[in-house]
């Protein structure tokens, strides 16, 4: 280990060596794999066990044009080209290339890929992020997934942190295996068996336990006791993440695994799947991200201490940000950033509101929602406070939208202008007002508008499939096959809900699926909304207004009294969000808008009839409601 106090770099035959006196970082040359990180005298941090390119590594899944799904060609990105791009006592900054070219089609995805790793004097870690480029004269391609991950040491990080109400001691990645675990419903779940260790014993291991959504995504990691150091990935900016704020990422999970998720199709399916088209120019930059290493200052110290240093560190590393110190003149500094602020209000009635708590973001120009699944671009997200302003900085120059959502009020936001930014750009949109959709008064609602399904009705797990992390916790919907308590609750009848009597969070399933009638036997089910209108205003149309927070190869068909005639909707076959099976809540948030003529409706007793008829994959064919509302006809001016 070098003296502290200078950034040395070491050039050998087949690895090059980034040493500042703290951390020792040694990547492979010319791949750019990292094979060692070496720490407060543990020689390496990473799994020794693996072979060194399946240690520290970027990697991608591509596919050819006209591929459907969310799969396709795994690939380690191994660069061809090395380079020192900045060698100084204060800073190192490396480069791997690999460049594309018609000869290795259509063998490798066709971009050009530069990964870079700095180190700097007196930090505690390194950088790393990466500028993917596509040219118009190349092929097309799909990009369903890139990221960074880190293989540990299984003896020594045995202990993960998501955050401060998850976090736990995890399994063996061996607990997982041959006698050990037991394959559940989808490979990522097992049921550990037989365990190392027998405190595992009977419990669900599956790392979609463990996802987060990106506004909270911002450090994770690992804990060591003995030694006592933490390993940390932090993520002090979102920008170059795809599908806004609630879109949900994987993060550590058994191995002992940490990543970095840069793009990926989870809890939204093949829409966000990044297909660049022949005659597309396609550049990005994906991070910088930090990976931080801290330790105890004496073995008595809580090692909790290390998590609560990691926080402290993200923040500092989110007020840092932009970086002023990446050398590639791709990423933009904040010199090159534009500013945003205004204020948002919501119009109810014929009152203004403010926005408290809103989303409000730019992202690239498209419709309006489609920010959900937009993946090319860069996106830009705040909150905005209680009086509903917000402001929004170091945004990259271009053209966006700027759109906004509000928990309490259905649908999405856009302002009327596209936004164009530029460097150093100030702009104050003033007053923007949001009119949710609205025609008539409340007759009734279930739920709350919030983009979610954590507010209705999620049963306690079966006792063979818990994880602990989540017994007595808010989150309790992250337990392993809820879907199956369905059929339980309802072996031979489907939900009934009557208005005014029964109450969403005891009697409203968290998730509307099939009912499993035997070995791989799945049937429909038709949930009841049964209400009472004293009058119903004749020649008039009511409205349904129903908001999905997810949906998995479902199709929803409503019909109003009458159960055996056509749908009076149907929302055809849609999403693969497979958040059923992945415990999310959420995925893609949908609203439809369903008109019901007035003689469909009887003056007392009503039913309305919401079928989920998809049962072509079984028990996750499905979606989960955020809010149902029945309007009455739009109120006659007086």
Known sequence: MADQGSVQLRIQEKYVVMDNGIVQLTISKPDGFVTGISYQGLDNLLEIRNKEYNRGYWDLVWSEEGTHGTTGIFDRINGTSFEVVVQNDELVELSFTRKWDSSLQPNTVPIDIDKRFIMRKDVTGFYSYAI????????AFNLPQTRIVYKLRKDKFQYMVIADNRQRKMPLPEDR???RGRALAYPEAVLLVHPVEK???GEVDDKYQYSCENKD???????????GLGFWQI???????????????????????????????????????????????????????????????????DPLSLWQDAKNQMLVEVQSWPYDFPASEDFAVSTKRGYISGR???????????????????APPGEVGSWQTESKGYQFWTEADADGYFAINNIREGEYDLNAYVSGWIGDYQYEQTINITAGCDIDVGNVVYQPPRDGPTVWEIGIPDRSAAEFFVPDPNPKYINKLY??????????GLWERYTELYPKEDLVFTIGVSDYRKDWFFAHVTRKTGDDKYQETTWQIKFKLETVQKSSIYKIRIALATANVAELQVRVNEYQQVPLFTTGVIGHDNTI????IHGIYRLYNVDVPSEKLLEGDNTLFLSQVMTTIGAFNGLMYDYIRLEGPPLLES
């Open 581 to 584: 099976a992945r415990h999310g």
């Open 177 to 179: 295996l041959g006698k």
């Open 199 to 201: 405190e595992f014993k």
């Open 235 to 301: 993520t002090p900016s979102n920008e170059f993440r795809s599908g806004g704020l609630y879109k949900q990422n994987l993060t550590s999970h058994v191995g002992p695994i940490s990543l970095a998720m840069f793009l990926s199709a989870h809890y939204v399916g093949e829409d966000m799947v990044m297909k660049v088209k022949s005659g597309e120019s396609w550049k990005k930059v994906f991070g910088p991200v930090f990976t931080y290493l801290n330790s105890l200052p004496d073995q008595t110290s």
């Open 344 to 362: 948002l209000l919501v119009r109810d009635n014929d009152e203004l509101l403010p926005a408290n708590g809103a989303f409000v973001g730019l």
């Open 471 to 480: 017994i007595g916790h808010p989150d309790k919907f992250r337990q392993y």
């Open 217 to 227: 995504l911002k450090v994770h990691g690992w804990i060591s006791h003995k030694p």
């Open 132 to 139: 993917f480029e596509h040219l118009a004269e190349w092929p």
